[in-house]
């Protein structure tokens, strides 16, 4: 571009340039504003069922979050495990509820904190089959379809295939991508048996429900906990984290916990964990 020749053209220009530049920085700070207050979170939720029930008992939660802290929580809920392990190894989510072993593996690859978890229920894997099928010892199961959620789900799966190889049992995993999935596998006679736990099934309609037969329990370990991206500044995950307490102090917070499948909400930390990392269910964990 040239140099304007005329004093007057090299006046208009710099008004010009000036106006530019004035709406720029105009735009630019309003941007920056609109940024800090918007104050919005990415709140992801591991998928144990359909995406609409999964919606219908976080998202009252949530509210009730965001009245008390003052931030916007959007809630992201993958179609399925898979798209779900995708995004939390990308550290798409700044705040995530997920399973314990998971949340050994997000702690150590991408630094996310356990902040509270249901401290008034153990996790546990449980193995179903149809009530009418006589199957009653693991080893009945031998060569047998077992219907799982996904390769990485802790109760449902991880810690079946473990017990499996213990055992030196040996059966056919069919990953069907929710609990729900897997307790219609078992239900429709197109699994022998079906990995979940007592949460998910206590969620399955009465027909499917009460078809099902629990065969087999794993051990209790301690429940899946909220994590926070250490990108957060600790002001905002502590406000999250003071907002859940308070939350299990009221009778109308407590109801929406316990929508939520927490019983009671409580403090944590990555060490409540550990125990976790001496089973050796690496052999089993598949990264995704």
Known sequence: MHWARTKSER???????????????????????GATETNSYIFGVTPHSDARSTYDRWRPLLNQLEKRTGYRFQLAIGDNKSTFNKELKE????????????????????????????????????????????????HELQGKTI?????????????HLANFAGAKIEVQPRYVGTHDSVYLNVALNQAAAGGGIQESLNEQP??????????????????????????????VREAVQSAFLELGTTPEGRALLAR???????RTSISDYEPLAKLGLERFYVAE
């Open 91 to 138: 550290g798409h989510f700044d705040f995530v509820y997920l399973n314990p072993y998971r949340a050994l593996v997000a702690n150590q690859d991408l630094g996310y904190r356990p902040i509270v978890r249901d401290v008034g229920e153990k996790l546990q894997g449980i193995l179903v089959v149809r009530k009418d099928n006589p199957i009653q010892d693991l």
């Open 206 to 235: 009465p027909q499917v429900r009460d078809n099902l037969r629990v065969i087999y329990r794993t051990a209790e370990f301690p429940s899946h906990p909220l994590m926070a991206h250490p990108r957060l500044p600790a002001a």
């Open 11 to 33: 006046l208009n220009w710099l008004k010009s340039a000036a106006n530019l530049l004035g709406a720029a920085a105009l735009i630019t700070c309003l941007n920056q504003a």
């Open 260 to 266: 939520a499948s927490i019983k009671e909400i409580g």
């Open 147 to 159: 219907a799982f959620p996904s390769r990485n789900a802790l109760g449902a799966s991880l810690l």
